[in-house]
């Protein structure tokens, strides 16, 4: 118990110690806070000088800033205004260099024209003033007789007649009397020389720039026209020339096919008689005779027994055997060696196809004949049949024939081209 009164004694002292240094540090910071408050005290003093301070040099820098800006706005206005005078300056010079040019492409342009050398010119202001009185002189009378060729056209004589008297006189005057008393006293007349040069650079000037290559444009322009030319007159000859032969084909042809048509219109008659009898008649014309190689042909035709009409109002057997009858007639001019007949006898009766088979015996040496018929009496008469047969059913298969016998037939030298056939498909 006892230690444990020490022991709280103990701590009781030291508690008191340390209140005591607590004390003696809480006077400290109470003098330190007097201190502070002071310098506190003087800050604030100082802070107020330094914001007046402050302000003041705050006016003193906008002050200086307008003065800036309105040193800076001047200075952009002097430069601009520099910038202009430096431009004109430029253009001026510019100016001055063209037309320093151009005065030197001038004396070039007036020394080459004129064949002047303007640097040794003398000015002679007698010979100037002459110029310019001749001049005038010279438009006086172009003026006058201008007046006198009005004057004669609209048929006032009596004013013509003055007007050839005034023009004659002033023929009459010398020229050197009148360019003495046309000289004035103070000078040459400068607003007629003006008008003189701007007359005459008006005419210079409606004459257009010179042509340095005109020359060569009209040499080459020359080759091409000498070159077109030459083509035109060959084109041209050409078709001279092949008018000409046109002209020679179509008398040629007209010939020949008036030849052959009046050999085929006889043909014709006489192959007409043939399929049709003795009273039968027959005629080929020409619907247009003028123009015999362009126009169509008519066939007229008369079977025993009707009037002549067109083949047009024919039945169709008859249609069939008047061009049977125009076939063979045109074989008689011209030969083929081959003909095919499609169903030519369809139309025909017995006796009509006769009368065909006939005749194509006439013409079976010398042509060989292809023909398609159902009739039996043509096939009958066939050297050599082919038929197509159906042995199966969707199988076509063509099947070849021979008709006549090796004994029925002549020589090899006498044989006609279906007998040939013959043999051909006997071997």
């Known amino acids: 118990m006892s230690r444990r009164i020490r022991e709280l004694a103990e701590l009781n002292s030291r508690r008191k110690h340390e209140i005591a240094a607590a004390k003696e540090r809480i006077g400290k910071g109470d003098e330190e806070n007097i201190g502070l408050r002071q310098e506190m005290e003087g800050y604030k003093v100082e802070v107020e000088k330094l914001t007046g301070e402050l302000g003041q040099s705050d006016e003193q820098r906008k002050e200086l800033a307008r003065g800036i800006e309105a040193a800076e706005a001047s200075f952009s206005e002097i430069r601009n205004r520099q910038s202009k005078v430096v431009n004109q300056i430029s253009k001026e010079e510019v100016s001055a260099t063209k037309l320093d040019l151009r005065m030197e492409n001038l004396l070039e342009s007036t020394m080459e024209r004129h064949q002047v050398d303007l640097t040794i010119f003398r000015p002679d202001s007698h010979a100037l003033i002459a110029c310019i009185n001749e001049r005038k002189e010279a438009e006086k009378k172009g003026r006058r007789r201008k007046s006198v060729v009005e004057n004669t056209e609209s048929g006032e004589e009596s004013q013509g007649e003055e007007n050839e008297e005034a023009q004659e006189e002033v023929a009459a005057e010398p020229v050197e009397e009148v360019i003495k008393s046309a000289l004035p006293e103070e000078g040459p007349d400068w607003d007629f020389v003006e008008a003189v040069v701007a007359d005459l650079k008006r ?225």
Not at 263 to 288: E, H, S, Y
Not at 396 to 419: C, I, N, Y
């Open 203 to 427: 005419r210079l000037d409606s004459m257009g720039p010179v042509n340095l290559d005109a020359i060569e444009e009209f040499d080459e322009l020359e080759e091409r026209h000498t070159f077109t030319k030459n083509q035109h007159d060959d084109l041209v000859n050409s078709k001279a020339k092949l008018l000409e032969i046109i002209e020679r084909i179509n008398i040629e042809s007209e010939r020949l096919f008036a030849e052959t048509f009046k050999a085929v219109a006889k043909n014709f008659k006489g192959m007409f008689k043939r399929l049709f009898g003795d009273k039968a008649t027959a005629d080929l014309i020409l619907q247009d005779e003028d123009d015999p190689l362009e126009c169509g042909i008519e066939v007229i035709a008369k079977p025993p027994g009707k009037k002549l009409q067109s083949i047009t109002l024919l039945s169709g057997g008859e249609r069939s055997m008047t061009a049977v009858a125009l076939l063979f007639s045109i074989y008689m001019v011209k030969p083929s060696p081959f003909c095919v007949l499609d169903e030519l006898d369809a139309p025909l009766d017995e006796s009509n196809i006769g009368r065909f088979l006939k005749v194509l015996d006439a013409f079976i040496d010398q042509s060989q004949f292809i023909i398609v018929t159902h009739s039996k009496r043509t096939m009958e008469r066939a050297d050599v049949m082919y038929g197509v047969t159906m042995e199966e059913f969707g199988v076509s298969k063509p099947v070849g024939m021979r008709l006549t016998s090796e004994k029925d037939s002549p020589k090899e030298g006498g044989k006609s081209a279906a007998q040939k056939a013959a043999m051909r498909l006997d071997a």
